[in-house]
């Protein structure tokens, strides 16, 4: 197919049935990283750089900064299980802080972490030596102290209460996506939460699915790639569970791990993703070596550090250029593939597309080693082959049902 004719800036439009203000986002975005653990320059950088490119920058959970708000970029603003800037003194979720940040304009979409691929299930730490007055301040947290962020959410305990949480933060920030973000782990758990969103009518308006595979130098070596489902099979897993229940069309998933290049993105749009995240590639423009010292503030490029003299040489105004000019050929890339294969836009991508070797002699399409589930197939018995003891040992009461072998 002729350049030409092929959609050189592919857009997605995010927003359920219930969401008022959907947001047309690029396919490819900056994935969370918080300030606290990156420099206020690393920050500006990423978030001028989406500015320019006209994509979209995921905060992370340390909080919404100044430094995200400033440079003008988009915002999707992360809340995980510490609810950074928006937490009452105990650590419980503060409904008005959250619905005087989420209106702000830069702000496009809220998303809540359930988990993610580094360290899914373990709390996220941020050291004593980088919490500093400002750090505390944008937190919400005490100054000088090591930061914990509990392994689980106390807003929400059941997929049902979860689901009631989601539709209060869409009417509190006037009615924008709210998503989740979840590193796949028992497949019974995601099928309740859909489970729940066929008994309540209530969806979230996208899904972000991060591989087991995604990474961060603070991350304990034993869950790094050991914890969590491998991103291309989780991507299958959320599409086809979605798609299985007839809900897909209403969420955009997300995918988020090691998506670097533009087959990678190519790879995931077979897979089932409607966009990607990045956030190892994105940190590489601006000036990561990956040196693996994030968590002990003394990151020699200025990336991963609130050391004044080392996050000082980081220049916001070279490095946002280049987070927008790697952004610009990398999505440049997948649209060159794209039309290599005759496809106009990602929504026409399929796993057909896309082949593997799979041993010596033999090569599938992504379709050959993941058949696709009928649309509704979920939602009454008998179900597909395979589906039946997760299908069985699920409910939209509780995220641990009680397993059943027989």
């Given at each position: 197919m002729p350049l030409s004719k092929v959609d050189h800036n592919p857009r997605v439009l995010v927003g359920g049935p219930d969401c008022k203000q959907p947001y047309s986002a690029s396919i490819y975005n900056v994935?969370?990283?918080?300030?606290?653990?990156?420099?206020k320059n690393a920050v500006m950088a990423l978030n001028g750089g989406?500015?320019?490119?006209?994509?979209?920058?995921?905060?992370?959970?340390?909080?919404?900064?100044?430094?995200?708000l400033s440079p003008g970029g988009d915002i999707i603003w992360q809340i995980g299980t510490g609810y950074f800037s928006c937490r009452n003194a105990d650590g419980t979720f503060n409904y008005e802080a959250f619905a005087e940040r989420s209106v702000l304009p830069n702000v496009k979409m809220i998303e809540i972490k359930m988990s993610q691929g580094a360290k899914p299930g373990h709390g996220g730490i941020l050291p004593a030596s980088k919490v500093t007055e400002e750090i505390a301040k944008i937190r919400l947290v005490p100054k000088g102290k090591d930061v914990l962020s509990p392994p689980y959410h106390t807003a929400f305990s059941t997929p049902l209460e979860m689901l009631a949480f989601i539709k209060e933060l869409r009417r509190l920030s006037g009615g924008k996506p709210i998503g989740f973000k979840l590193?796949?782990?028992?497949?019974?758990?995601?099928?309740?939460?859909?489970?729940?969103?066929?008994?309540?009518?209530?969806?979230?308006?996208?899904?972000?699915?991060?591989?087991?595979?995604?990474?961060?130098?603070?991350?304990?070596?034993?869950?790094?790639?050991?914890?969590?489902?491998?991103?291309?099979?989780?991507?299958?897993?959320?599409?086809?569970?979605?798609?299985?229940?007839?809900?897909?069309?209403?969420?955009?998933?997300?995918?988020?791990?090691?998506?670097?290049?533009?087959?990678?993105?190519?790879?995931?749009?077979?897979?089932?993703?409607?966009?990607?995240?990045?956030?190892r590639a994105m940190m590489l423009a601006i000036g990561c070596i990956q040196a693996l010292e994030c968590n002990t503030n003394t990151c020699p490029t200025g990336v991963a550090t609130q050391n004044?003299?080392?996050?000082?040489?980081?220049d916001v105004a070279d490095k946002r250029v280049r987070v927008a000019n790697f952004h610009h050929e990398t999505v440049k890339a997948a649209i060159e593939l794209m039309a290599a294969a005759g496809v106009d836009?990602?929504?026409?991508?399929?796993?057909?597309?896309?082949?593997?070797?799979?041993?010596?002699?033999?090569?599938?399409?992504?379709?050959?080693?993941?058949?696709?589930?009928?649309?509704?197939?979920?939602?009454?018995?008998?179900?597909?082959?395979?589906?039946?003891?997760?299908?069985?040992?699920?409910?939209?009461?509780?995220?641990?049902?009680?397993?059943?072998?027989?």
């Open positions: 994935s969370a990283m918080s300030y606290g653990s990156l420099s989406a500015k320019l490119g006209g994509f979209a920058h995921n905060t992370g959970e340390g909080g919404l900064s100044p430094y995200h590193c796949v782990g028992r497949k019974s758990q995601f099928i309740a939460i859909c489970k729940a969103m066929i008994k309540t009518g209530v969806m979230p308006d996208f899904i972000t699915v991060d591989g087991g595979e995604g990474g961060t130098g603070a991350a304990p070596l034993e869950f790094s790639n050991s914890v969590g489902m491998p991103l291309r099979d989780a991507l299958v897993f959320v599409h086809d569970t979605l798609n299985g229940f007839g809900i897909k069309r209403h969420i955009r998933i997300i995918a988020s791990g090691k998506v670097h290049t533009g087959f990678d993105l190519v790879k995931n749009f077979a897979l089932g993703a409607d966009m990607c995240n990045s956030a004044p003299k080392l996050y000082a040489g980081l836009h990602p929504t026409n991508i399929h796993r057909s597309f896309i082949y593997r070797r799979v041993d010596e002699s033999k090569i599938q399409t992504y379709a050959e080693t993941y058949p696709p589930l009928l649309k509704g197939s979920l939602l009454e018995a008998p179900y597909p082959a395979g589906w039946e003891l997760d299908m069985m040992n699920s409910s939209e009461e509780t995220f641990d049902a009680a397993i059943h072998y027989a």
